[in-house]
């Protein structure tokens, strides 16, 4: 039974103390909330992604960018990881993009940069660029939320129909 606690032990002693226990929720509930603003701003306009699914992809980039420098990997390891994230988040946010052929219309564009940014929020924040990972959010919620609501000159107007 001794040796069974034993290797619990060992198997649960990547947290040796409680600054990083600290470090390490302070990281991740972070980019869970930065990831939620944005998500829940798209959920409102009625977009398929929406807050539980930018939380999950913030955290998790956190947490990708997390483990390999608690596991003292070399920065060349870390930044391995860092270029897969940016990968297959890549792929991830592809899913979103549609084509409609009747229409000539591509439709997903900013739900897949906004996961796209949401991923690189997290690994700010996994990285403990918490005042960067913050920075980041703010600007994509500007973007996402108040930019529409500016008229573009440059549009054309639909012509009013007289009847």
């Known amino acids: 039974m001794n ?12 947290l040796p103390d409680a600054g990083q226990v600290t470090r390490v929720v302070v990281r991740l509930v972070l980019a869970a909330v930065l990831g939620g603003v ?5 959920e409102r306009k009625g977009k398929g992604a929406g807050m539980r699914t930018y939380m999950l992809i913030s955290a998790g980039s956190a947490l990708f960018a997390m483990v390999p420098q608690l596991a003292h990997m070399s920065d060349d390891a870390v930044s391995r990881v860092l270029q897969g994230l940016a990968a297959g988040v890549g792929f991830l946010g592809a899913g979103p993009i549609l084509k409609r ?42 973007i996402l ?19």
């Open 3 to 14: 040796d069974v606690w034993k290797a619990l032990v060992e198997d649960f002693s990547d």
């Open 38 to 42: 944005l998500g829940y701003e798209r």
């Open 101 to 142: 052929e009747q229409q000539g219309e591509v439709h997903g564009l900013t739900t897949a940069a906004g996961i796209w940014m949401a991923a690189a929020i997290g690994m700010a924040a996994g990285l403990g660029r918490e005042v960067t990972a913050i920075l980041g959010a703010g600007l994509a919620f500007v």
């Open 145 to 163: 939320a108040l930019l529409p609501h500016i008229d573009h000159p440059a549009d054309p107007k639909p012509e009013q129909v007289r009847v």
